[in-house]
């Protein structure tokens, strides 16, 4: 596993590669003088051999003498654009590209966009999520990583406190993110309902607690939303309920709930071959709720946390829910079913009025919950939207903070009655191709208590990626993960 330590900046340690973070056009890249010195001349050879500085680029140049064998230089792109995403993403490529050439030991400045602790914590951040890995299947046991220890430099002693606590917190953030990359990408056989539970007991010591409903009590709380959805499956449910409590004075108490669907065929109303190749990672909200819950033990933050998801498949079995159906949720508000595969709204009404019944100061749902949202912001933005302003700024400002894209949309209420139904309170969906993620998000309006404020966080087109990315390769990405760490810490 990749080690990420904190160095003084001289000397170097030895056996390492020096390593340098570039801005385009940028003379001094680890902002000292460099007049004369062997980096400076390294850098000159990249130049010449076409790098430019450009975020995500890396270049390679071999050392002579007594110099590092070699240098490696990652583009940061122009300074006036650059922020701690950029460093991030600059650090995921310089460790893969160092990984490539056999480097075990890397050392470099973090560029300080915003102080030491954030700079230092992106840095952490880039290089662990970059370097991520996912091999639990392969049927040989792949290399470990040639890249074994990152050094993050200090001028001097002054810089220490706070270096490191970006460090320290940098490495808990990443360990999540992973842990939650881990679960959405595990086969969808291996990820039921019942495992997700034992990786929710797995973080679930003390400060933390939890508490799991089976079928049964389910059944007898009236969460009808999670028993329809249920029914042509062949595995049973579960409802699992996190709490993170203080030692000091709680400042807030948040709610975060996650759609927790394990695999998603679409029910009777199937889905084509293709679109289901992805749905495993239809969990993906409940793996991040579980994932900060492995972070919070760790960082102790001033707030309660609870987190909630109903665990379940959605399967064409011979009792499936079929197109026509009523369902009545925990709130007894009734729903006709016109589409078994707007699934994830009807275990998220439960969700939503259990979360409530428990009096948070706040409650934020994170959900893979509509395709309209993947045609409307496309694979790197996630759709937000909610009722209350104060909410909605704190989280879009985490979001900048972690480096994840969220957009906000309205929820238009003139749209509402898109969803009443002739025979229930509610249809599960509006017209077809008609503001899918908005009427979304009304529909689980309906099933949030109005004394709480309530965001909601459409993840259909993030939470998993067909391709590699700059954060880390292709599958689950792990995110909102540090946007609501972000959120959590913003209370202290």
Same mark, same amino acid.
């Given at each position: 596993?990749?080690?990420?330590?904190?160095? %003084?900046?001289?000397?170097?340690?030895?056996?390492?590669?020096?390593?340098?973070?570039?801005?385009?056009?940028?003379?001094?890249?680890?902002?000292?003088? /460099?007049?004369?010195? @062997?980096?400076?001349?390294?850098?000159?050879?990249?130049?010449?051999?076409?790098?430019?500085?450009?975020?995500?680029?890396?270049?390679?140049?071999?050392?002579?003498?007594?110099?590092?064998?070699?240098?490696?230089?990652?583009?940061?792109?122009?300074?006036?654009?650059?922020?701690?995403?950029?460093?991030?993403?600059?650090?995921?490529?310089?460790?893969?590209?160092?990984?490539?050439?056999?480097?075990?030991?890397? $050392?470099?400045?973090?560029?300080? *966009?915003?102080?030491?602790?954030?700079?230092?914590?992106?840095?952490?951040?880039?290089?662990? *999520?970059?370097?991520?890995?996912?091999?639990?299947?392969?049927?040989?046991?792949?290399?470990?990583?040639?890249?074994?220890?990152?050094?993050?430099?200090?001028?001097? $002693? +002054?810089?220490?406190?706070?270096?490191?606590?970006?460090?320290? %917190? =940098?490495?808990?953030?990443?360990? $999540?993110?992973?842990?939650?990359?881990?679960?959405?990408? %595990?086969?969808? +056989?291996?990820?039921?309902?019942?495992?997700?539970?034992?990786?929710?007991?797995?973080?679930?010591?003390?400060?933390?607690?939890?508490?799991?409903?089976?079928?049964?009590?389910?059944?007898?709380?009236?969460?009808?939303?999670?028993?329809?959805?249920?029914?042509?499956?062949?595995?049973?449910?579960?409802?699992?309920?996190?709490?993170?409590?203080?030692?000091? @004075?709680?400042?807030?108490?948040?709610?975060?709930?996650?759609? =927790?669907?394990?695999?998603?065929?679409?029910?009777?109303?199937?889905?084509?071959?293709?679109?289901?190749?992805?749905?495993?990672?239809?969990?993906?909200?409940?793996?991040?709720?579980?994932?900060?819950?492995?972070? *919070?033990?760790?960082?102790?933050?001033?707030?309660?946390?609870?987190?909630?998801?109903?665990?379940?498949?959605?399967? @064409?079995?011979?009792?499936?829910?079929?197109?026509? !159906?009523?369902?009545?949720? /925990?709130?007894?508000?009734?729903?006709?079913?016109?589409?078994?595969?707007?699934?994830? %709204?009807?275990?998220?009404?439960?969700?939503?009025?259990?979360?409530?019944?428990?009096?948070?100061?706040?409650?934020?749902?994170?959900?893979?919950?509509?395709?309209?949202?993947?045609?409307?912001?496309?694979?790197?933005? $996630?759709?937000?939207?909610?009722?209350?302003?104060?909410?909605?700024?704190?989280?879009?400002?985490?979001?900048?903070?972690?480096?994840?894209?969220?957009?906000?949309?309205?929820?238009?209420?003139?749209?509402?009655?898109?969803?009443?139904?002739?025979?229930?309170?509610?249809?599960?969906?509006?017209?077809?191709?008609?503001?899918?993620?908005?009427?979304?998000?009304?529909? *689980?309006?309906?099933?949030?208590?109005?004394?709480?404020?309530?965001?909601?966080?459409?993840?259909?087109?993030?939470?998993?990626?067909?391709? !590699?990315?700059?954060?880390?390769?292709?599958?689950?990405?792990?995110?909102?993960?540090?946007?609501? /760490?972000?959120?959590?810490?913003?209370?202290?």
């Amino acid at each position: 596993m990749l080690s990420v330590r904190l160095t %003084r900046f001289l000397p170097f340690p030895s056996d390492t590669c020096l390593a340098a973070l570039v801005y385009e056009k940028e003379k001094n890249p680890m902002g000292v003088s /460099l007049a004369g010195s @062997p980096i400076e001349k390294a850098l000159e050879i990249a130049k010449k051999d076409g790098f430019e500085g450009k975020i995500g680029q890396v270049a390679i140049v071999h050392g002579t003498g007594r110099d590092p064998s070699r240098y490696l230089f990652a583009g940061l792109g122009p300074e006036k654009e650059a922020t701690l995403e950029s460093m991030r993403r600059a650090l995921s490529a310089l460790v893969r590209q160092a990984d490539t050439y056999r480097i075990k030991n890397l $050392a470099l400045r973090p560029a300080l *966009l915003g102080g030491l602790t954030p700079s230092f914590q992106a840095a952490t951040e880039g290089a662990l *999520l970059g370097l991520y890995r996912y091999t639990t299947y392969k049927s040989k046991e792949e290399p470990a990583s040639h890249l074994q220890t990152v050094h993050l430099l200090i001028k001097d $002693a +002054s810089e220490q406190r706070e270096a490191q606590k970006g460090i320290d %917190r =940098g490495l808990v953030f990443a360990d $999540a993110t992973n842990f939650a990359r881990d679960l959405i990408n %595990r086969p969808p +056989s291996d990820t039921t309902p019942e495992m997700m539970c034992k990786a929710a007991k797995s973080v679930a010591r003390p400060p933390i607690k939890i508490k799991v409903l089976n079928k049964a009590q389910i059944g007898r709380l009236g969460m009808g939303g999670i028993l329809g959805v249920n029914r042509g499956s062949g595995k049973p449910p579960y409802f699992i309920h996190l709490t993170y409590r203080p030692k000091s @004075p709680v400042r807030r108490n948040i709610a975060l709930c996650g759609k =927790g669907i394990t695999f998603d065929s679409g029910g009777l109303s199937l889905k084509p071959a293709r679109a289901m190749e992805t749905m495993k990672s239809d969990m993906s909200g409940a793996a991040l709720v579980i994932a900060i819950f492995k972070a *919070l033990a760790k960082l102790k933050p001033p707030v309660e946390v609870q987190g909630f998801a109903a665990l379940t498949e959605n399967m @064409p079995g011979e009792n499936a829910m079929k197109p026509g !159906d009523i369902l009545k949720a /925990l709130n007894g508000k009734t729903i006709e079913v016109l589409n078994t595969d707007a699934e994830g %709204r009807l275990i998220l009404s439960d969700t939503l009025v259990y979360a409530g019944r428990q009096k948070p100061d706040e409650i934020i749902d994170v959900a893979t919950l509509t395709g309209a949202c993947v045609v409307a912001l496309g694979t790197s933005i $996630a759709g937000l939207m909610g009722t209350d302003e104060k909410l909605i700024h704190r989280i879009k400002e985490a979001a900048k903070r972690a480096g994840e894209k969220v957009w906000e949309m309205p929820l238009e209420k003139s749209y509402a009655p898109l969803l009443k139904s002739k025979i229930a309170d509610l249809k599960n969906m509006g017209p077809e191709r008609e503001a899918g993620t908005i009427l979304g998000g009304l529909f *689980l309006k309906e099933f949030v208590d109005p004394a709480r404020p309530w965001a909601h966080i459409d993840i259909a087109s993030t939470a998993f990626s067909k391709d !590699d990315h700059p954060l880390g390769p292709a599958g689950g990405t792990g995110v909102m993960v540090r946007t609501l /760490l972000h959120y959590i810490l913003s209370y202290q």
